[in-house]
């Protein structure tokens, strides 16, 4: 195995790999938003799954509320607790819960580590470059396809502002 950003030999054959060796990028965006991720999927060659390991600490969230239109994400706790806001209830898991957050499920998803330690999780999910996402807080819309975001409250009618009708 080659000691590069992914496990593709000299041959170009994505070959096994131990998690270890796949390098932490750390995430940070003001006070509440803060995880650690290793792309395991994208590191072993993956373009249509998304698998990586999280670590989040103590009082952050990984993300803002959310739910995709066409993928499909699932996440599996290995170690601490987290609480699972799932649109107006909130989850308590511990080490070995699963949630599956299916594709067009139009309620908010979000996890926040109100523990003491470190929780470390695996989230798997598709990478639909077409996905739409919806910020369920905000009310931002993300389009995947164009890397762009909408109020959602700016929307049209189909045939709004059309020049002769």
């Known amino acids: ?3 590069s950003a992914n496990s593709k030999n000299s041959e170009g054959i994505f070959e096994p790999f131990s998690v270890e ?9 003001g006070e509440r938003f803060a995880c ?16 990586c390991v ?26 601490g ?6 649109g107006e209830n909130t989850y308590s898991l ?19 580590n109100n523990g003491n330690t470190i929780a470390r999780y ?8 077409n996905d739409v996402i919806v910020y369920t807080d905000s009310g931002r819309v993300g389009v995947r396809l164009t890397g762009e975001g909408y109020r959602k409250s700016a929307t049209m ?3 709004e502002d059309e020049k002769g009708v």
């Open 1 to 3: 195995m080659t000691e």
């Open 122 to 129: 695996l989230v798997i999910g598709e990478r639909n470059p």
């Open 157 to 159: 009618e189909y045939w």
């Open 94 to 112: 511990v080490a070995g819960s699963y949630v599956c957050f299916p594709a067009g499920q139009k309620v908010g998803h979000s996890i926040m």
């Open 21 to 29: 060796t796949v390098p932490w990028v750390d995430f940070t965006l």
């Open 54 to 79: 999280e670590e989040l600490a103590p009082g952050k969230s990984d993300c803002p509320a959310h739910y995709h239109h066409l993928e499909e994400e699932h996440l599996y706790l290995l170690e």
């Open 81 to 86: 607790t987290l609480s699972l806001r799932l």
């Open 36 to 51: 650690r991720t290793r792309a395991l999927g994208e590191f072993g060659g993956g373009t249509h799954v998304g698998v």
